[in-house]
């Protein structure tokens, strides 16, 4: 089974604080995604990477950074965070293209 | 981009009950899915189905590519069935990004 990890279920941090959030996993895939979920607006992209060090913006990309140094790991950056960035992240992974996507079990982030 | 159209929004059951969802792309998609999250926000795969159909205990999906729509079964609903119900496809013109529906929430009363 696949199995993609966040690193924190739940943060709290306050405004203008560096916040990162991990994602690892363990099926050797090539593609990782971030996306954030927020009601009324559905699920939209940050960033995704398509190999190591590799990333490309996706919908949404102002005010995030992503890196990408191993092929296991994905991390999101929020480097001064906002009270609008307050949301549920979700990160998830891919093998490749086409090909099914599988999640992580979220981090909600609530920024004061 | 692609429009992705989930109906109903909303559906309310009693438990034992039977429901089609059913998910339309405004284009065709060579990959499509359908995720279920739960109360504390995870998406869990249902279905990886981009044709065809595909049966898991007493959930179903099928996928009519040619017409550009996906329904879901779940027959003999659970309280534990309670949650958002998502399709996703993959244009054919897009590398990497997934397009979402807006998602079908499901309350199912004991």
């Known amino acids: 089974d696949v199995k993609v990890t966040q690193s924190s279920r739940y943060l709290v941090k306050r405004t203008g604080e560096k916040v990162f959030l991990e994602c690892v996993q363990d099926?050797?895939?090539?593609?990782m995604f971030w996306y954030r979920q927020d009601p009324g607006l559905g699920l939209r992209l940050i960033y995704f990477?398509?190999?190591?060090?590799?990333?490309e913006k996706g919908d949404i990309p102002e005010g995030y950074s992503v890196s990408r140094e191993k092929k296991e790991r994905f991390s999101l950056i929020l480097e001064s965070a906002s009270t609008n960035q307050t949301s549920m992240y979700l990160c998830?992974?891919?093998?490749?293209?086409?090909?099914?996507?599988?999640f992580g079990e979220g981090s909600r982030l609530t920024v004061l | 981009g692609i429009q992705v159209e989930q109906s109903p929004p909303d559906l309310i059951l009693q438990e034992g009950a039977n429901s089609t969802l059913r998910c339309n792309f405004s284009?065709?998609?060579?990959?499509l899915q359908w995720f279920h999250q739960n109360p504390w926000g995870q998406l869990i795969n249902l279905f990886y189905?981009?044709?065809g159909t595909k049966q898991n205990g007493r959930l179903s999906a099928t996928t009519v590519a040619t017409e550009r729509y996906s329904l879901l079964y779940i027959s003999s609903s659970q309280t534990t069935d309670s949650g958002v119900y998502f399709c996703?496809?993959?244009?054919?013109?897009?590398?990497?990004?997934?397009?979402f529906g807006k998602g079908t929430l499901l309350t199912v009363n004991p």
């Open positions: 998830a992974t891919r093998q490749g293209r086409p090909g099914e996507l599988f």
């Open positions: 099926m050797d895939h090539e593609n």
């Open positions: 990477s398509y190999d190591v060090k590799m990333k």
């Open positions: 284009d065709s998609v060579n990959n």
């Open positions: 189905i981009p044709s």
């Open positions: 996703a496809g993959l244009p054919w013109g897009s590398n990497y990004k997934l397009t």
